[in-house]
């Protein structure tokens, strides 16, 4: 069976306070408003409208959580940048990111969405600039592959591979297209490989 495909939903979270006690493992979907994240979480667990779309970036004010078939949670994480949304709003979006990405136990490794057209801004790489201290690995999916021709992707993607290599040698990173469903063995081999994936049902809370 696919690693994340039958997640649930199983709670949203809008202040670290209210995050459940930290048990099984959580991998963290991160990205800019708009980078598609919500598009490669339904693609990847095989479900149209697990985790919303929205027309409108900057929707996704929460952390929602989506449980595993084996027990480990994805944590879809607010997306970040968008102009239009109210300082206030904004600074607790910041808060609520940085605590979870530098503190949180439970947490072992980030898929961090980037636009294929437009990766590595400077956002991203605040989100980086977080994580990658704690030494837990990154995998940075490149969306919207499908965008781009090949030649063009290729390029991107050795450009991001040298790019990303100053935040160390555990962050990873691929091409993706949720339209075309291409990549998604690779994220899985990726995340499985966090995981541990022995057999289905292994580190439920």
């Known amino acids: ?9 199983e709670i949203s979270i809008a202040r670290p306070q209210d995050l459940p006690p930290p048990s099984a493992a959580e991998i963290a979907f991160a990205g800019r408003s708009n980078a598609g994240k919500s598009s490669a979480i339904n693609t990847l667990v095989g479900h149209t ?8 970036p900057g929707r996704t004010q929460l952390i929602n959580i989506f449980r595993m078939p084996n027990g480990a949670a ?3 994480l607010p997306g970040y940048g968008y102009a239009k949304v109210p300082e206030a709003i904004r600074k607790q979006w910041t808060k609520l990111l940085e ?4 503190s949180r136990s439970s947490l072992i490794g980030l898929v961090l969405i980037m636009d294929s057209r437009h990766p590595l801004t400077p956002l991203d790489r605040q989100m980086l600039n977080w994580f990658a201290p704690t030494g837990r690995p990154v995998h940075v999916l490149l969306t919207k592959s499908d965008k781009l021709t090949r030649g063009p992707a290729a390029q991107t993607l050795a450009k991001m591979r040298k790019e990303l290599a100053a935040w160390g040698p555990q962050v990873s990173v691929q091409l993706f297209s949720s339209l075309k469903k291409s990549g998604m063995e690779e994220v ?3 995340v499985g490989g966090w995981l541990g994936v022995p057999a289905a049902g292994a580190g439920e809370a």
Not at 99 to 102: G, P, S
């Open 99 to 102: 605590v979870y990405l530098t």
């Open 1 to 9: 069976m696919s690693l994340f495909r039958h997640a649930h939903f």
């Open 74 to 76: 994805l944590m879809d």
């Open 49 to 56: 409208r697990l985790a919303f779309v929205s027309k409108t």
């Open 188 to 190: 899985e081999q990726v």
